[in-house]
């Protein structure tokens, strides 16, 4: 029997989920949640865990992926958006599949299981996303991203940097520009974090 556990807003999908697995026969829904930190503290041991891209808690979809994977968690994302910086995001930080909020019911079965073999569960269309590489940055401009994006503020990471904040603002603003010419716009930069994978040389003491 797979256990899946479900983390989601609407509380209607949990009960929508659990008649859709009952006739499976190898699938049963074992845990609802609305947040990853309930999920977490009450350890329902799943196999499988569905995870709802956008919670109220306004957590970062890729890091809620990575938190969940860190605790030995295999991730299905589900969600009624296929944006695709989204996309990429948390199936980099480790997500084993993402699914539409309208795909049919056996798209969610077959996903499930093969999240549970291990494999990776995405559409064709998905998988095209997954292997566009993301607008290529100097290295500064990289550094300047990594550096804010996981917390440090802009004087911070001036200071870090060992420029000044009009520089630091100059490379953010460089950085949304190239997404803006992929028609990617993004108003808050820290989200493309995820969306590169940091070199030592991006870290400071």
């Given at each position: 029997?797979?256990r899946?556990?479900?983390?989601?807003?609407?509380?209607?999908?949990?009960?929508?989920?659990r008649?859709?697995?009952?006739?499976?026969?190898?699938?049963?829904?074992?845990?609802?949640?609305?947040?990853?930190?309930?999920?977490?503290?009450?350890?329902?041991?799943?196999?499988v865990?569905?995870?709802?891209?956008?919670l109220?808690?306004?957590?970062?979809?890729?890091?809620?992926?990575?938190?969940?994977?860190g605790?030995?968690?295999?991730?299905?994302?589900?969600?009624?958006?296929?944006?695709r910086?989204?996309v990429?995001?948390?199936?980099?930080a480790?997500?084993?599949?993402?699914?539409?909020?309208?795909?049919?019911?056996a798209?969610?079965?077959?996903?499930?299981?093969?999240?549970?073999?291990g494999?990776?569960?995405?559409?064709?269309?998905l998988?095209?996303?997954?292997?566009?590489?993301?607008p290529?940055l100097?290295?500064?401009?990289?550094?300047?991203?990594?550096?804010?994006?996981?917390?440090?503020?802009?004087?911070?990471?001036?200071?870090?940097?060992?420029?000044?904040?009009?520089?630091?603002?100059?490379?953010?603003?460089?950085v949304?520009?190239?997404?803006?010419?992929?028609?990617?716009?993004?108003?808050?930069?820290?989200?493309?974090?995820?969306?590169?994978?940091?070199?030592?040389?991006?870290?400071?003491?």
């Open positions: 029997m797979i899946v556990a479900i983390i989601d807003n609407d509380k209607m999908v949990p009960a929508g989920l008649a859709l697995l009952a006739g499976t026969g190898d699938i049963q829904l074992v845990h609802s949640a609305t947040t990853v930190d309930e999920h977490l503290a009450a350890a329902p041991g799943a196999d865990v569905l995870l709802d891209l956008r109220e808690d306004g957590s970062d979809p890729a890091g809620n992926v990575a938190k969940l994977r605790h030995g968690e295999r991730v299905l994302v589900f969600s009624v958006h296929g944006d910086r989204q990429r995001a948390t199936v980099r480790g997500a084993g599949g993402y699914l539409i909020k309208d795909d049919d019911a798209k969610i079965v077959d996903a499930v299981r093969s999240v549970h073999r494999q990776l569960a995405l559409t064709a269309e998988m095209s996303i997954i292997n566009d590489d993301p290529e100097s290295p500064q401009e990289a550094r300047a991203l990594y550096l804010y994006g996981t917390g440090s503020t802009l004087a911070a990471t001036a200071h870090r940097m060992g420029v000044t904040l009009s520089t630091v603002r100059s490379y953010l603003t460089r949304r520009t190239k997404w803006a010419a992929i028609e990617e716009p993004v108003d808050d930069v820290r989200t493309l974090v995820h969306e590169y994978q940091p070199r030592p040389d991006f870290r400071t003491p």
